[in-house]
Nanobody
């Protein structure tokens, strides 16, 4: 079994910055891809950014130029640096990881979510 634990959410003013972290633990052989999704009230969950094991990244248009995703393969951790945040960034942010287990095939895992609120 694999667990994802997120941290770093909270209340931030418009134009401010926030850094989210997500650490994976358990019987992990390799994490092939990691990503951050978000879900605002009344909306569907959407991909914000993703990063492969070899550090290729992908961003949704609204995150380009403001957010940066990174990962530390030695720590099985992914980060999301959020700069110049806007009220529309308010959502619950979920960490996702595509994990190859020590004794299991590749599968998706999700964190419990962390609330990000952008408000003055």
């Amino acid at each position: 079994q694999v667990q994802l634990v997120e941290s770093g959410g909270g209340l931030v003013q418009p134009g401010g910055s926030l850094r989210l972290s997500c650490a994976a633990s358990g019987r992990i052989f390799r994490i092939n891809a990691m990503g951050w999704y978000r879900q605002a009230p009344g909306k569907e969950r959407e991909l914000v950014a993703s990063i492969t094991y070899t550090y290729s990244t992908n961003y949704t248009d609204s995150a380009k130029g403001r957010f940066t995703i990174s990962r530390d393969n030695g720590k099985n951790t992914v980060y999301l640096q959020m700069n110049s945040v806007k009220p529309e960034d308010t959502a619950v942010y979920y960490c996702n990881a595509l994990v190859r287990g020590l004794y299991t095939a590749e599968r998706d895992y999700w964190g419990q979510g962390t609330q990000v609120t952008v408000s003055s």
